[in-house]
């Protein structure tokens, strides 16, 4: 079972940021945050992922409270081209290809970005 | 683009057949993972690859197997089709060597259905 709760959905406006929770309130010590998102049916890409500090790349913010237990994926000025199925996942980073590099994927936030 | 070639798009078969999906992974990535997507159980891993080795299971039948040849690219055999096989099959790659195991890298992936 997935070790996160999302809300099943959430409307974000375009140009606005989007603000999409995550709840692992039994997120481990070595366990890190990840973030997916799926367009329609095309394979997941993935976007940003930290451990305990707040993370921020071309595509997104990832801001993890203290405790660890819930983040918040932030895309600052969504576009219509945003909505998709977020994923937020936890799991051990593992190099090469550890028996542990499999994602889990729960049921995710449908994210609509409207006009 | 990933970098993640599978094929075919599209397939359409009978109840009771057999096929193969085909998987390339990224240049110079070692590991591969399948996962399938049905309606009603969302995104589910099947079965992990390490450079030609079988390094981790999850919910794959065992009318299903794969492989994972000495090119890295990797082949899921599904036989004994049943309707609820019908799915979308993602293939997502990661890397080896020196390179973190922590992002993964899925293709368009094969849309199969069973009449």
């Known amino acids: 079972d997935a070790k996160t709760t999302q809300p099943p959905s959430m409307d974000c406006a375009e140009g606005r940021a989007a603000n999409l929770p995550c709840n692992h309130s039994t997120i481990s010590g070595n366990e890190y945050v990840y973030w997916y998102r799926q367009i329609h049916s095309q394979g997941p890409q993935y976007i940003i992922h930290?451990?305990?500090n707040n993370e921020t790349n071309e595509m997104a913010s990832l801001i993890i409270t203290e405790d660890r237990k819930s983040s918040t994926l932030i895309l600052p000025h969504a576009t219509l081209r945003d909505t998709a199925v977020y994923y937020c996942i936890v799991r051990i980073n593992m190099n090469y290809g550890g028996s542990q590099g499999n994602l889990i994927f729960g049921k995710g936030t449908k994210l609509s970005v409207k006009p | 683009d990933s970098g993640v070639t599978q094929t075919p798009k599209h397939l359409i078969t009978a109840t009771g057949q057999r096929v193969t999906l085909r998987c390339s992974p990224r240049?110079?990535?070692?590991?591969v993972y399948w996962y399938q997507q049905s309606l009603d159980q969302g995104l589910q891993f099947l079965i992990q690859?390490?450079?030609?080795?079988?390094?981790a299971k999850g919910n794959i039948l065992e009318r299903f197997s794969a492989q994972q040849f000495p090119d890295l690219h990797s082949e899921l055999n599904l036989s004994s089709l049943e309707l609820g096989d019908s799915a979308l099959y993602f293939c997502?790659?990661?890397?080896?060597?020196?390179?973190?195991?922590?992002?993964?890298?899925f293709g368009p992936g094969t849309r199969l259905t069973v009449t």
């Open positions: 930290g451990l305990k």
């Open positions: 690859y390490y450079n030609g080795e079988e390094r």
């Open positions: 240049s110079g990535d070692l590991s």
């Open positions: 997502a790659s990661s890397g080896g060597g020196d390179r973190r195991n922590y992002e993964q890298y």
